[in-house]
Structures are given as structure tokens and as C-alpha cells.
């Protein structure tokens, strides 16, 4: 990561090594941290993260490729699925928190290396034949960051991406972003200290000149959807929770997952969804 301008590593820290066993009380059972895919009003979380995680790999064209990048892992859930498919000669995983490397390291999936480090940082013997990347852009930059240096950070991304995919390439990129409306300065640093939110304009001017945008989607009632089932499992199990959390941290995402609901519902908060195929062309 651009460490001058994103979340550091104690930052990232601080937000998802608040515990796996906590984690796991209200996520789904891939860990999926981010937000599903929904088709039909009665379908599980299960289902629709299962979805989610399958449009990625199709939108990467990722199936049967021979080696595959995750940027921002998490706890593995896209790595995961791609393990269990044939034709994968090397997946590898990017995570900043030490609690998800541990907890992905300890799937002994085959043909998987998880790395703690930042995707600015990874400079791989050859270029990789598909990119994944979901929750991990909104770490980027910080609240203070001026939005020209938003804008350099987002293109260094994507240069950097660019650079890690072999030619005529594609990256899966899922994102929350900044919609219409306002919402409140450094609001999310409680919960996600060091980071903030991009615009689609900031992102569609960071990446002219490296990758091609092939598709669009924007979910934000998806994202509301999740993050409400989300909390009613986190209040199920909110004994639970506080023997696995402190209970302030507790408190803290009750509050997240409330407001990030009501967020996506007034359409303060986007959640976009994007396929982008590597340009070969030099356009310096």
C-alpha cells in the first residue's frame, strides 16, 4: 500500500485483527467480508456470498487460469473457491492484517500463498493472468488526503495492476464509494481509522490510461441487505461477541453496520462492482 497516503499496517490492524473467533459469530461461512450478491428475496447470505464470489472469478476470468492474484484477501474466502477448482498453477493472496494471513495460512489450501504485504510492494517473477480485488481500495487513502493525491494513489493502483497482469488481462475490482448526498468527515475512522472512500470520477480518472472499464454495476441496496443481516447475527450473538472482543469494539460496529445500512439506503454510499481488461496500447 502507498503508505504515505493509506492505512497503515497497526491501522489495517486494528480493524480486522480484532479477532477471528469474533468475526465469525455474524459473517457468513466463507468469511466474506464484503458485500453479497443478491438475486431473490428469500436466498441466504450463504447463497448470495457464494454468488458474489463466483461473478469475481467469471469477471476476472479467473477459472482455469494459471495464476491468480487476490488483492486484499481477507480470510481467503475468493482463494478458497479458487482452490477447489482445477487448472490453477499458483493463487496468491495480499493482506495486511497478520490475524487473516494466520487464518488463511492454517487452511492449508492447495497451490496458495498468502502474503502480509501491500500490493505496491508485490513484484511477482512474471505477471499474473487475473486479478481480484474486493475491500481493499477503500483503504487507499486517508481522510486528510487532498484529492489530487487521492487521484495519484488510485492511479498507482492501477498502474501497479497493470503491471502485475500479463497482457489483455482482466481485474475484478469491488468497491464502496462516496454516492450522492453527505455524510459526516472522518465518520468511518472509528471503525476503519486511516481510510476513506473513493468517487467513481476520481477512480474512471485514475485508471484512462491502464485499464479499459468492459463493466458497471452499482449495488447499494445489496450492501444495505448484507450489512442488516450482518447486525441481526452480530445481536444474536452479541454475548458471544463480547467474550470474543472487547466490548467498546462491540459497541463500535453495531453502530458501523447501523449507519452503513442507512447509508446505502439514502445512497450516501455506492457500491460498485467492476471489470476491467488490462490496455495494451501505449497511450503515454
Not at 28 to 42: I, Q, R, W
Not at 55 to 73: F, K, M, Q, S, T
Not at 181 to 209: H, N, Y
Amino acid at each position: 500500500m502507498n503508505t504515505s497516503t493509506g492505512a497503515s499496517q497497526k491501522a489495517i490492524g486494528s480493524h480486522y485483527d480484532v479477532g477471528n473467533d469474533f468475526y465469525r459469530l455474524w459473517l457468513d461461512d466463507s468469511m466474506t467480508y464484503s458485500c453479497a450478491l443478491f438475486e431473490s428475496p428469500d436466498e441466504t447470505l450463504e447463497t448470495a456470498q457464494a454468488r458474489k464470489l463466483e461473478h469475481h472469478i467469471r469477471e476476472a476470468r479467473a477459472e482455469g487460469a494459471r495464476r491468480v492474484l487476490d488483492i486484499g484477501c481477507g480470510w481467503g474466502s475468493v482463494l478458497s473457491r479458487l482452490a477447489a477448482k482445477d487448472g490453477h498453477e499458483q493463487l496468491v493472496g495480499l493482506t495486511l492484517s497478520e490475524a487473516q494471513k494466520a487464518y488463511v495460512d492454517a487452511l492449508s489450501l492447495p497451490r496458495t500463498e498468502v502474503r502480509l504485504e501491500s500490493w505496491a510492494d508485490h513484484h511477482p517473477d512474471e505477471p499474473y493472468d487475473a486479478i481480484i480485488s474486493i475491500g481493499a481500495l477503500e483503504h487507499f487513502v486517508r481522510p486528510e488526503t487532498p484529492a489530487d493525491e487521492r487521484i495519484a494513489t488510485y492511479s498507482h493502483f492501477f498502474e501497479s495492476c497493470r503491471r502485475l497482469l500479463k497482457p489483455g488481462g482482466y481485474l475484478s475490482l469491488q468497491t464502496m464509494a462516496y454516492g450522492v448526498g453527505s455524510f459526516v468527515k472522518g465518520a468511518l475512522s472509528t471503525i476503519f481509522p486511516e481510510s476513506d472512500l473513493p468517487r467513481l470520477s476520481q477512480l474512471a480518472e485514475a485508471m484512462e490510461k491502464t485499464f479499459e472499464l468492459r463493466r458497471l454495476r452499482n449495488d447499494p441496496s445489496h450492501y444495505a441487505r448484507t450489512v442488516r443481516i450482518w447486525r441481526q447475527r452480530l445481536e444474536k450473538n452479541r454475548a458471544l461477541a463480547v467474550e470474543a472482543a472487547p466490548a467498546e469494539r462491540v459497541v463500535h460496529f453495531e453502530k458501523f453496520l447501523e449507519a452503513g445500512a442507512r447509508g446505502y439506503d439514502a445512497r450516501i454510499f455506492h457500491l460498485y462492482r467492476m471489470t476491467l481488461r488490462r490496455l495494451d496500447a501505449d497511450l503515454a
